[in-house]
């Protein structure tokens, strides 16, 4: 009963599809020129983190230069900087970010790239649900986004939990503190509440770029925008962990439908 196969295409319809939902290519398997002439495989490679290098790059330099820096995402940038940086992004070059670039043109440019994506990070078919989590509490709440965090496609829901756990981060280091030499370390003044003000408008978003003003979202969709990008952000870790128990769950009633799947996946593992 073991199965040895080297591509999705030596397997059945039904096996290809389940796979396919359960494990990524490398991107540079999926280069067009790779398969010129040939018949397109799709290789069984471990899942990848699918989250743009733009929005990681950026992270990593605030998180590595700009924790302390106050009002970070709300200090003004530099516009030439941040359209340099855009389109050297764009045009696919590797673009290192380190000590020379400024704090706030990388803050500029991670803002620009959220509020700009074609489909928002959390797609607007959602829109509405999220927000209907804001009149919530407590457990029920939580639940509800999680539930709705699982339908996000692989790319939205790996960048989503990028971000958030970026943005917990700059949280974390809101208020000043003291050092080991009893230095006073400042603190950013980025607190959750004002991180999920910024962030909200760009992470959820009823219309398209360019078809409504942002400025019109009514004062009901504004605040229940910030409520739910607040709870994303102080709860990223929980909601983004499956339980033991849904795990179970899903492994037997996958057992059921799939068994060959399940014995390569865990063989794999």
């Given at each position: 009963?073991?199965?040895?196969?080297?591509?999705?295409t030596?397997l059945?319809?039904?096996?290809s599809?389940?796979?396919?939902?359960?494990?990524?290519?490398?991107?540079?398997?999926?280069?067009?020129?790779?398969?010129?002439?040939?018949?397109?495989?799709?290789?069984?490679?471990?899942?990848t983190?699918?989250v743009?290098?733009?929005?990681?790059?950026?992270?990593?330099?605030?998180?590595?230069?700009?924790?302390?820096?106050?009002?970070?995402?709300?200090?003004?940038?530099?516009?030439?900087?941040?359209?340099?940086?855009?389109e050297?992004?764009?045009?696919?070059?590797?673009?290192?970010?380190?000590?020379?670039?400024?704090?706030?043109?990388?803050?500029?440019l991670?803002?620009?790239?959220?509020?700009?994506?074609?489909?928002s990070?959390?797609?607007?078919?959602?829109y509405?649900?999220?927000?209907?989590?804001?009149?919530?509490?407590?457990?029920?709440?939580?639940?509800?986004?999680?539930?709705?965090?699982?339908?996000?496609p692989?790319?939205?829901?790996?960048t989503?939990?990028?971000?958030?756990r970026?943005?917990?981060?700059?949280?974390?280091?809101?208020e000043?503190?003291?050092?080991?030499?009893?230095?006073?370390?400042p603190?950013?003044?980025?607190?959750?509440?004002?991180?999920?003000?910024?962030?909200?408008?760009?992470?959820?978003q009823k219309?398209?770029p360019?078809?409504?003003?942002v400025?019109?979202?009514?004062f009901e969709?504004?605040?229940?925008?910030?409520?739910v990008?607040?709870?994303?952000?102080?709860?990223?870790?929980?909601?983004?962990?499956v339980s033991?128990e849904?795990?179970?769950?899903?492994?037997?009633?996958?057992?059921?439908?799939?068994?060959?799947?399940?014995?390569y996946?865990l063989?794999?593992?």
């Amino acid at each position: 009963g073991a199965m040895s196969v080297d591509s999705i295409t030596d397997l059945s319809d039904n096996t290809s599809k389940l796979l396919e939902a359960l494990q990524l290519s490398h991107p540079h398997e999926l280069d067009a020129r790779r398969s010129l002439g040939k018949k397109k495989m799709l290789s069984l490679n471990p899942i990848t983190w699918q989250v743009p290098r733009i929005v990681d790059r950026c992270c990593k330099h605030i998180e590595t230069h700009g924790l302390q820096t106050v009002g970070i995402f709300r200090v003004g940038s530099s516009k030439k900087r941040v359209q340099q940086l855009r389109e050297e992004f764009d045009r696919g070059l590797d673009v290192f970010l380190d000590e020379h670039q400024s704090v706030h043109d990388v803050a500029a440019l991670l803002k620009e790239f959220l509020r700009d994506m074609p489909d928002s990070l959390i797609p607007r078919e959602l829109y509405a649900a999220f927000l209907s989590t804001a009149s919530m509490e407590g457990p029920a709440q939580l639940a509800a986004l999680q539930l709705m965090l699982f339908l996000l496609p692989p790319c939205h829901s790996d960048t989503l939990h990028r971000l958030l756990r970026f943005l917990s981060e700059v949280a974390r280091h809101a208020e000043s503190s003291r050092g080991p030499n009893g230095q006073e370390i400042p603190g950013n003044k980025m607190t959750v509440s004002n991180l999920a003000t910024i962030f909200g408008p760009n992470v959820l978003q009823k219309e398209k770029p360019g078809e409504k003003d942002v400025g019109a979202m009514n004062f009901e969709d504004s605040t229940a925008v910030i409520l739910v990008l607040q709870r994303l952000i102080e709860h990223y870790q929980t909601l983004f962990m499956v339980s033991p128990e849904l795990q179970r769950d899903i492994l037997r009633r996958l057992f059921q439908t799939d068994p060959d799947v399940i014995d390569y996946l865990l063989r794999r593992k």
